[in-house]
DNA sequence: TCGCCCCCGATTGTATAAAATTCAGTCTGT
DNA sequence: ACAGACTGAATTTTATACAATCGGGGGCGA
């Protein structure tokens, strides 16, 4: 109670979430290391009652594992993790595309398609590349929101929490260059919002597929060093591989 | 405290989840509704501590709404939302048997098609029934198991809790008549092993699409009454309509 | 009738204690 | 010396009491 209570009442869970799993991002514990209530309470200046809380929560979006009357201990979290993550969105993003095909009206396709070509064509600088990452949001929150599955929506919703937070993981890291020559997604998001114009669910599906797995590289490059990477990879290749090569 | 307590220590928030989901899932709540804290921990014999971590899980599952300062209140459960538990589920199994095609070993693929195509032609009496749903858990744990990816098991079986309390509640409604023509799953069963055996990720794909797609009309025609199903097709009709006509 | 304010109930967070469980180290009997 | 039981500290889990805060509803006045 040192210094004054910035946040809300009422929502400090979900400032522990977010907090917690940042640092969890970050690489600040190590994976299976055990995540102690009275420290983090600690650590957050908080007390225990909503750390519990949090643990609850972030054990739900399989962040860390509750062993009963042991406590948390952090999943491993690396390239492979990332890229399941990914591939989770990837399902859940491309059945809401599918089905929101048909249910967007058509001026309002138009207005997203003359926003996405003029970004896309326009200079890269800073103020672009935060224009496209407010659209991307903007793009994927509409497709959710308008699937018509309510739950569906909520499940893609659910992990726009680790996507942020790798988002901002990712900034922590290479807060240096910023080329924006990174990609070209107003072109992917261009492919999308046609796709959903001409009404072809498929087509939407598998222009979003390749929109996400087009990003999920370049985030794994920048949250981890290139030996982390080859490590995972070589480790990747005796767990995941097929049985019948 | 007037009975003892038969549950184990560090066990209580599971149960609380669990009986929580069946008593919502029997429809004794009505949608909207707030869940008080010290209603429910008296109703289950605990204290308030273990209810508000079960209310988060709650949350994480998207049963309930946690609103601020407001406490939890109840989402609106019906045939709308079941399907759309069966669909998330559907996307999520259909890509977990798309990549779990060549991981099996022929040996264990052959055991289970003869399990499934002996199971298939025997005698349906209360035994079948019972076995028939063994093999069912088997074949879906497995296909979450060796998918390849952590996180899709753990996005698997966290749909499974809603599945098992589905099943119970429905069990509950339709204790009388056991109409074992219900269905021939086990057909179905066939047909998914077959495919990964032939190495077919598309096929196995449709096949448990359709598997799955099957059981959920029978589910909602046991859980709910012929007029809460007309009711909720109305208003899916006006609500999830298509803008293009 | 409409808007404002205050009060009440409920949730949220803090603090503390007791009970239960894990785990590591020690002790004992053979 | 070693296997197995025992002990005790550390930690989690549950219970309980209490302060702080938020939201809604009722009363009050214009």
Known sequence: MASGNDIQH???????????????????????????????????????????????????????????????????????????????????????????????????????????????????????????????????????ERCGSERLAYEIGRYKILFRTLRDARHMRRSSRDNYAEMNENAEHLAIVRAMSAGDPEKAAAAMAYHIETSVQALIADLFDPQEIAADRRESFLTRQAVSS
């Open 10 to 144: 009422g929502a400090r869970r979900q400032k522990l979430v977010a907090d917690i799993l940042l640092v969890l991002f970050e690489g600040k514990f190590a994976p299976g290391q055990r995540l102690r209530l009275e420290h983090l309470a600690e650590q957050f200046e908080v007390s225990v009652t909503p750390v519990r809380e949090a643990l609850v929560e972030l054990a739900g979006i399989g962040v860390v594992e509750l062993q009963p009357n042991r406590g948390a201990v952090l999943r491993s979290f690396g390239p492979r993790q990332v890229e399941e993550i990914c591939q989770v969105r990837r399902i859940l993003e491309c059945e809401a595309v599918r089905s929101v095909c048909g249910r967007i009206a058509p001026f309002e396709l138009e207005l997203l398609e003359s926003q996405f070509a003029e970004l896309d064509t326009a200079k890269r600088n800073k103020r672009w590349s935060q224009k496209t990452r407010e659209q991307d949001s903007q793009l994927h929150e509409l497709i959710a």
